[in-house]
């Protein structure tokens, strides 16, 4: 299986993950959601911002997924994992807290290696939903466009 992870532009996650800053992938859901039991150690994942071209890819080195989660729980596994792994600041944390913590049951922490530039190219997000913030696909072939 192969990933692709749309970011917000504002966080530059993107870009802290291509300098090495951020070497772990979090995502914090309410209900089980993609990749939830689907992203596995050495399958790659192609990174993406919001309206930008992917250029950057890493391979997963580690998985670890975590349920039944409330706030003081999220907090702490953040701790564990540091901060700066995940790429966010103390300053940022506040903001962390409240649009991405808060009612979060579920957490998948991805930790990433071999990070690589890629030729830029676009996807079609067609059949996945506008919305999407985590896409799988057998083949990124099947879902390239070049520009």
């Known amino acids: 299986m192969t990933h692709i992870a749309i970011m917000q532009p504002k966080w530059k ?9 951020k070497t772990i992938e979090t995502r914090f859901y309410k209900l089980k959601a ?14 993406k911002e919001s309206g930008k071209s992917i ?9 670890e997924q975590y349920e039944n989660l409330d706030l003081a ?13 995940i790429g966010i600041t103390s300053k940022e944390m506040e903001i962390i807290m409240e649009a991405h913590l808060t009612g979060k049951k579920y957490a998948i922490l991805i930790w990433l290696t071999e990070v690589e530039k890629v030729e830029p190219f676009n996807i079609s ?5 506008a919305m999407a913030s ?14």
């Open 73 to 85: 729980s999220s907090l702490k596994l953040i701790a564990t994992a540091g901060k700066a792994n």
């Open 55 to 63: 250029y950057l890819k890493a391979k997963v080195l580690k998985v």
């Open 125 to 129: 997000k067609a059949g996945f939903g």
């Open 34 to 47: 993609k990749p939830w039991n689907l992203v596995k150690v050495g399958e790659s994942i192609f990174f």
């Open 13 to 21: 996650l993107v870009e802290k993950i291509e300098t090495k800053v």
């Open 134 to 147: 985590w896409i799988c696909v057998e083949n990124i072939e099947k879902v390239k466009i070049l520009i």
